[in-house]
């Protein structure tokens, strides 16, 4: 069967060429020594002549299909071209996907206990969900450019490993906001801790919250100030227990 005049007159680039050049040694092999694969079984054919993987084989003919569908005119599409893609910039995140983010480290360092990864890191944005679009379009590199915006920086430790920190102007302005914190007059809350790890967050509860906050906090916050918690478990206190502990000690 002669070729489709529509594929007459095209330039063909390298790759191509070389795909031309396996089926003309594959098909001289089979002239001098004899068929090796059965002609019934086509696609083992297509494969050892062309050379492609499998993956692309199953993509040509998915896409070959379409394009008999909607007509001639069709082209192949390269896979290395992705339309309708967001390409994702460091001024398009948003102040709730940048804090999502900046929890997803720190529940490295906090909750499991590892050294955190610019792979684990992006894996973890698509775990969660952070971003609304195809988390796919965020690269390492547009994610490294991120972190270094919003603070952090690689800092090179003695074993030579390299660790995720937030640069040294962040730190200092945390520890200004904690210590204006720890400002009010008697409201520090400390105790020994018991277990070998000296977590806190382990011997804390939700009796030993409430105390604190009765006894120590609330006499001694100013007028119209405002308390934010997180979401911790022992701060999580039932209302109903609230009432009656406060409304008890006014009878």
């Known amino acids: 069967m002669a070729p489709k005049k529509l594929l007459r007159g095209r330039v063909l680039h390298s790759q191509s060429c070389e795909i031309v050049n396996n089926i003309i040694k594959f098909m001289k092999k089979e002239a001098e020594e004899g068929i090796s694969i059965p002609l019934t079984n086509y ?3 297509v494969l050892a ?18 394009k008999d569908l909607q007509g001639p005119s069709t082209s192949f599409q390269n896979p290395k071209k992705r339309k ?4 994702w910039k460091l001024d398009s995140f948003t102040p709730h996907q940048i804090k999502s983010i900046r929890e997803i480290i720190y529940n490295f360092y906090m909750m499991e206990k590892k050294f955190p990864t610019l792979k684990g890191i992006r894996q973890k944005i698509l775990d969660r969900g952070v971003l609304s679009e195809d988390v796919a379009e965020l690269s390492i590199s547009t994610l490294s450019r991120l972190l270094k915006k919003i603070g952090f920086k690689w800092q090179k430790m003695q074993d030579k490993r390299k660790v995720l920190c937030e640069s040294y102007d962040i730190r200092a302005k945390r520890i200004k906001f904690l210590k204006k914190l720890l400002s009010i007059v008697n409201g520090l809350l400390i105790f020994k801790s018991g277990t070998k790890t000296g977590d806190y967050h382990n011997e804390m509860n939700s009796k030993n919250f409430m ?6 906090l609330l006499p001694n916050l100013p007028e119209r100030s405002v308390f ?24």
Not at 56 to 63: D, L, M
Not at 84 to 87: G, I, L, Y
Request: a positive charge; charged letters at 40%.
């Open 84 to 87: 309708n893609m967001k390409k």
């Open 228 to 251: 934010v918690v997180d979401n911790a478990s022992y701060h999580n206190v039932p209302i109903k227990k609230i009432l009656r502990r406060l409304l008890g000690k006014r009878k």
């Open 211 to 216: 105390t604190w906050v009765e006894r120590q």
């Open 43 to 45: 696609r083992d054919r």
């Open 49 to 66: 002549a062309t050379g492609v993987s499998k993956n692309t084989y199953q993509r040509i003919c998915k896409e070959s299909k379409k």
